[in-house]
């Protein structure tokens, strides 16, 4: 008998629930040069002389931002070398002078992170598996043992890997849906109920997009995440507005507020935490404080979740 440990499969309400597989692979990967090219200059055209301490004298600018040659003189770099570095040529850039013109940009950590990642690939010698990603046997454990509060498994392009009964109460049970559209991004864009869902929708879609293009910088020949950006671009106008905007963000912690159908508003405290084996997957979990109505609803959708299971059957459904 193979004592090898398998990928769980999907499992019945109470335990932590994985899809099995994911989306089909299309799509030829993203233009690394163009994301680099627009990264830049969307970064240039949000800072003003003024933030960078450089005078105006108050002249008439007939595009926004910096003018190259500003950007140049901040950086330390001539003119030519920044703009063959803006047309998408970063080949033999060197950490310093990406260092300089992060600094000279005023980028975030994840920006900066961004920057680097479409400036210098990484060689990989293997193309992109298109294998569906995998749930370590026990990370499910892990989220069956996660009592009383939402908790699930992201993986790249923010696919809905794994869940425990949690987050399937408070989310709505993923199981139900076709093994592709267990992603957050076409959750968020393309059902109108998760727009009820989020009391905060406009900041959740933008969070998603900001992910999704840090998923971009590091995997441009992911042809899922290809195929996903297309399909989101042609059926969601939001989405095409704020992908142009190239904003990049990492996952951390925040607030959330949910509308639940059944308990009312919630107020939710999330952390994400990145697993260290290698595979870009992320458990996230979501809290309440303690003694808040947040934390009484969450232990009634608890408590319904339980006595369902007992009884064999669902939870209560708004």
């Known amino acids: 008998m193979d004592d090898k440990p398998e990928s769980v499969p999907g499992r019945t309400a109470g335990q932590a629930r994985q899809a099995p597989g994911t989306a089909g692979d299309t799509g030829a990967g993203l233009d ?6 627009e990264f830049l ?3 240039r055209a949000r800072l003003k002389p003024e933030d960078v301490g450089l005078p105006d004298f108050g002249r008439h600018r007939r595009v926004p931002g910096l ?3 500003e950007l140049a003189q901040l950086a330390g770099v001539s003119v030519a070398y920044y703009t063959r570095l803006e047309q998408g040529n970063g080949r033999n850039v060197s950490a310093e002078v990406l260092d300089a013109i992060a600094r000279a940009l005023r980028l975030s950590d994840a920006e900066h992170a961004h ?4 400036a210098k690939p990484k060689q990989h010698k293997k193309k992109p598996t298109t294998r569906p990603e995998q749930v370590r046997p026990a990370l499910a454990q892990l989220l069956d043992s996660i009592d009383g509060v939402p908790a699930y498994i992201s993986g790249r392009r923010s696919d809905i890997l794994a869940w425990n009964r949690m987050a399937a109460a408070v989310f709505g ?11 957050w991004a076409r959750l968020v864009f393309l059902k109108p109920e998760y727009r009820e869902l989020f009391v905060e929708w406009d900041q959740k879609a933008s969070d998603m997009v900001s992910y999704l293009r840090m998923d971009a910088g590091c995997h441009p020949d992911d042809p899922r995440l290809s195929a996903l950006v297309g399909e989101l671009s042609v059926k969601s106008e939001e989405f095409r ?6 904003d990049v963000k990492e996952k951390s912690y925040g607030v959330k507020h949910i509308r639940h159908p059944l308990v009312g508003e919630l107020t939710l405290n999330f952390e994400s935490f990145r697993l260290s084996d290698g595979s870009e997957q992320s458990l996230i979990t979501y809290h309440a404080e303690p003694g808040s109505p947040s934390a009484e609803a969450l232990r009634l959708l608890a ?3 339980a006595d369902a299971t ?7 459904q708004g």
């Open 115 to 118: 920057l680097t990642h479409l």
């Open 310 to 316: 007992k009884a064999g059957t669902s939870a209560p």
């Open 241 to 246: 507005r704020l992908w142009a905007t190239h």
């Open 32 to 37: 690394r040069r163009a994301e680099l090219s």
């Open 173 to 183: 049970d993923w199981a139900e849906l076709p093994v592709q559209e267990r992603n």
């Open 41 to 43: 200059r969307t970064r």
């Open 303 to 305: 408590s319904w979740g």
């Open 67 to 69: 003018r190259r040659e």
